[in-house]
């Protein structure tokens, strides 16, 4: 089947965000994965960047940017997206916390939903936000599952160690104090999708001296409740 548009140079771009949806790539790999000239694909790939389309990971490779999912949720057609404002709010409300929804991309883990607090001490995290996959209880949650060998790579240079990730493993939850910025600590559960596979990462978080120091033992079952409810949201609708 042709898949020319007949305009050139947007088929290179879908081209080249269909090379990036099987995960990070440098710039010779998306020349390998495209068939693009050189300057052509890094050109197509920094204009897509300049417009979020594209990102970049911790180690400068090419990956899927934040305004896609903006433009999936804007559009309706994201499930999980449409389903997690309303679950987050519930969450908001009942825990006092801000409250978000990760996904990972790459080496980073992007805010794609959030419900904040609206008064007082609160930690902040826009939607679209990118933040590091090496510390955080989100961080956790999003690598604890993931096969052994990107598991171990995951590892390096974390803040947190594959002994903190079994004990989230086995009792379902993560949690985290100081690990991404001082003064701040987070509980965090996994959303999973139809196969099983954990597709995002529900978390609240705010200052310690409201979640004290250990912040699962106040926290863990109401934000477990609320990835529960987005799993069953992904089981009824499988995308």
């Given at each position: 089947?042709?898949?020319?548009?007949?305009?050139?140079?947007?088929?290179?771009?879908?081209?080249?965000?269909?090379?990036?949806?099987?995960?990070?790539?440098?710039?010779?790999?998306?020349?390998?994965?495209t068939g693009l000239a050189r300057p052509t694909a890094h050109?197509?790939?920094?204009?897509?960047?300049?417009?979020?389309?594209?990102?970049?990971?911790?180690?400068?490779?090419?990956?899927?940017?934040?305004?896609?999912?903006?433009?999936?949720?804007?559009?309706?057609?994201?499930?999980?997206?449409?389903?997690?404002?309303?679950?987050?709010?519930?969450?908001?409300?009942?825990?006092?916390?801000?409250?978000?929804?990760?996904?990972?991309?790459?080496?980073?883990?992007?805010?794609?939903?959030?419900?904040?607090?609206?008064?007082?001490?609160?930690?902040?995290?826009?939607?679209?936000?990118?933040?590091?996959?090496?510390?955080?209880?989100?961080?956790?949650?999003?690598?604890?599952?993931?096969?052994?060998?990107?598991?171990?790579?995951?590892?390096?240079?974390?803040?947190?160690?594959?002994?903190?990730?079994?004990?989230?493993?086995?009792?379902?939850?993560?949690?985290?104090?100081?690990?991404?910025?001082?003064?701040?600590?987070?509980?965090?559960?996994?959303?999973?999708?139809?196969?099983?596979?954990?597709?995002?990462?529900?978390?609240?978080?705010?200052?310690?001296?409201?979640?004290?120091?250990?912040?699962?033992?106040?926290?863990?079952?109401?934000?477990?409740?609320?990835?529960?409810?987005?799993?069953?949201v992904l089981r009824r609708n499988p995308q």
């Amino acid at each position: 089947m042709d898949k020319s548009s007949g305009v050139g140079v947007l088929d290179k771009a879908a081209v080249v965000l269909g090379a990036l949806e099987a995960g990070p790539a440098t710039l010779a790999q998306l020349v390998a994965a495209t068939g693009l000239a050189r300057p052509t694909a890094h050109r197509l790939a920094v204009a897509l960047e300049h417009h979020r389309l594209v990102g970049r990971d911790m180690q400068g490779r090419f990956i899927l940017g934040p305004r896609l999912a903006e433009l999936a949720s804007a559009a309706g057609e994201d499930r999980l997206l449409a389903a997690a404002g309303p679950v987050l709010t519930a969450l908001r409300d009942h825990t006092g916390e801000s409250a978000q929804l990760y996904r990972r991309q790459g080496d980073m883990r992007i805010c794609v939903a959030a419900a904040e607090r609206p008064v007082g001490l609160r930690d902040s995290i826009p939607v679209g936000s990118a933040l590091t996959m090496l510390a955080g209880s989100a961080a956790q949650i999003l690598l604890a599952w993931e096969e052994p060998d990107r598991l171990h790579r995951g590892l390096q240079g974390a803040r947190f160690t594959a002994t903190t990730l079994s004990a989230v493993r086995r009792r379902g939850w993560a949690q985290s104090i100081g690990e991404r910025e001082p003064g701040v600590a987070s509980v965090s559960a996994p959303v999973r999708g139809p196969s099983g596979r954990v597709v995002a990462a529900v978390s609240i978080s705010g200052p310690v001296e409201r979640f004290t120091r250990q912040p699962g033992r106040v926290h863990a079952a109401a934000v477990v409740q609320s990835a529960n409810r987005l799993t069953e949201v992904l089981r009824r609708n499988p995308q």
